[in-house]
């Protein structure tokens, strides 16, 4: 049975479980990341660098075997959507964002450009920074306003941690996570040529 | 039949409340938490949610968040107390309030994971008129959190098998290598499941065009009536204190 250019374009059963399994081991992904980081403020705004580097993999897997309009833009989402489910509503937001101009990006290159899929999981990591460290920077803007009623703190203490927090730290983990999705976007194409490509998975 | 029906689904963890109620509730929750502005807020938030965790029939979890919330309030009261607002200690009363501040997600947490089955969560994203696309692998991916545990520990137990464990020292060694060796099975075993998951999706029916059915359909009751009142009250609490700082 000949099927429709349209049928082709569209996410069967299969693309959609795919896309399922690997969304999973993402969002596992950047929870691992937040742990490990998340005891020290500094090193947590540095926890999607980790999260750019360890998901190129999954990313770069599930693109070379879906590649139909939907495999970045379905993955962001559902990140964005699990994460909303546990309050963190903000990463759907700028996932959504960030996934549909990758998609438009990926879908104009037929997938086919690896350099355009480079710029696509900078964007798509660039989503989770905003989402995840986003409201971390409105939340100092409240401890700051709290701690000033509070024992225990001194105010040019806490004015101090969150300079060099937000101050030279910001300077250096947006750099890093663009070079943590560069690191992972180049090592999840390594794998996926290496072994997925070999054993014709892809 | 319908009594039998609603006994059995009140007996199960979330005391027969809509899931639809459950998910407006997590979302509003996950705002609010966002927009109190005092300490009192959050600890309105927290006292709330642990009384809804209650009432959806989880009060384990619920003692799980009152005993994590507390002994962060403790230790950041010993840590404030004892650094003099500054050093390393004061770092850490820092990180403390932080985390403080963002316990009540793990409140969300166990309401989402714990109060709302995935089939309840199928049905409550139908009922929303949710995008098949976004639908089937959100479900597929809340079935496989579990699954990535086991098949991830059965990888680490393979490489100790063979000699190269994965541990902090071996991946600082040979980070890129230690890394193939643990992604590449663990994604060609993803890929099998996926496979595996399909065939099993469309042989019960899933590319059906026809409306999907449920033994126990969503309807809004009367009880979920009183939980959206107890949550419209609490969210009005939350932001009354949020806003008197």
């Known amino acids: 049975m000949n099927r429709t250019n349209e049928e082709r374009s569209m996410l069967s059963v299969r693309d959609l479980a795919t896309i399922g399994i690997f969304t999973a081991v993402m969002f596992a992904l950047t929870m691992i990341t937040g742990v490990v980081t998340g005891f020290v403020p500094v090193a947590y705004l540095l926890s999607p660098a980790l999260f750019g580097v360890l998901a190129g993999p999954p990313f770069m897997l599930v693109v070379a075997k879906v590649r139909k309009p939907g495999c970045v833009f379905v993955p962001s989402v559902l990140i964005g959507l699990i994460w909303t489910f546990m309050g963190g509503w903000p990463v759907l937001v700028s996932m959504g964002v960030l996934g549909l101009v990758g998609e438009a990006i990926a879908v104009k290159t037929r997938y086919q450009s690896f350099a355009a899929l480079v710029i696509v999981y900078i964007l798509f990591v660039g989503g989770y920074y905003l989402g995840a460290i986003g409201p971390m920077y409105y939340l100092t803007d409240w401890y700051l306003s709290f701690s000033e009623g509070q024992a225990g703190y001194d105010p040019s203490f806490v004015q101090s941690v969150v300079d060099t927090a937000f101050g030279w730290a910001s300077a250096v983990a947006i750099p890093a996570t663009v070079a943590g999705a560069i690191v992972g976007s180049f090592f999840g194409k390594g794998l996926v040529r290496k072994h997925f490509k070999k054993a014709g998975i892809v | ?245």
């Open chain 2, 1 to 245: 039949m319908a009594d039998e029906a609603g006994r059995a689904a009140a007996s199960r963890a979330g005391a027969g409340i809509d899931a639809r109620v459950k998910l407006v509730h997590v979302l509003v929750f996950g705002i609010l938490l966002f927009v109190g502005r005092s300490g009192s807020s959050g600890a309105v938030l927290m006292a709330t949610l642990v009384g809804f965790l209650v009432f959806v029939r989880l009060p384990k979890c619920a003692l799980k968040l009152v005993l994590y919330y507390g002994a962060l309030w403790l230790l950041g009261w010993v840590l404030s107390g004892s650094s003099g607002g500054g050093g390393i200690l004061g770092t850490l009363a820092l990180v403390v309030f932080l985390l403080r501040k963002l316990a009540p997600l793990l409140g969300l947490y166990y309401l989402f994971a714990h109060a709302i089955g995935v089939s309840e969560l199928v049905r409550a994203l139908s009922a929303w008129r949710f995008p098949r696309n976004v639908m089937v692998p959100l479900a597929v991916a809340l079935r496989f959190f579990p699954t990535i545990g086991l098949e991830a520990g059965v990888i680490k137990d393979v490489l100790r098998l063979r000699g190269r464990p994965l541990t902090l020292l071996t991946l600082c060694r040979a980070p890129r290598e230690m890394l193939e060796y643990a992604f590449v099975p663990f994604m060609m075993r993803c890929v099998q499941i996926a496979d595996e998951l399909s065939a099993s999706a469309v042989a019960r029916g899933i590319e059906n065009p026809e409306p999907r059915t449920a033994l126990h359909p969503l309807k809004l009751r009367a009880r979920d009536g009183v939980y959206l009142g107890a949550l419209a009250v609490s969210s009005a609490a939350v932001v009354a204190c949020g806003q008197a700082l």
